[in-house]
């Protein structure tokens, strides 16, 4: 029988914030949050026919590349603490053998 792994504090927090953030993904609400986001950072442009001017274009254009950054980081946020989560769940169930590091 393999022994369970004590977590230390940091990890614990880690593990219930991805189960916490895995529980949401599964909820209607977060489709249409992931919907909405994925547009805004794989989907997003300025139509030019309605900017006066290129220095309008130009900052409209800024404010989406920036907008776009912050919806695929958050994505991805997301995804990398569930899986952080996964394996911290994996550690602690003593599937994943971790040794001290040698110095």
């Given at each position: ?52 001017d ?5 900052w ?44």
């Amino acid at each position: 029988m393999v022994e369970e792994i004590k977590l230390n504090e940091i990890e614990r927090d880690e593990l219930n914030e991805g189960q916490v953030l895995y529980e949401m993904t599964k909820t209607a609400g977060f489709g249409i949050l992931k919907k909405k986001l994925d547009d805004l950072g794989f989907h997003s442009w300025v139509d030019p026919r309605d900017v006066p001017d290129q220095k309008e274009w130009e900052w409209r254009e800024l404010n989406g590349f920036h907008a776009a950054n912050a919806a695929k980081e958050l994505l991805e946020w997301i995804q990398k603490s569930i899986s952080r989560s996964e394996y911290l769940e994996k550690k602690k169930r003593g599937e994943i053998q971790v040794r001290p590091m040698k110095i």
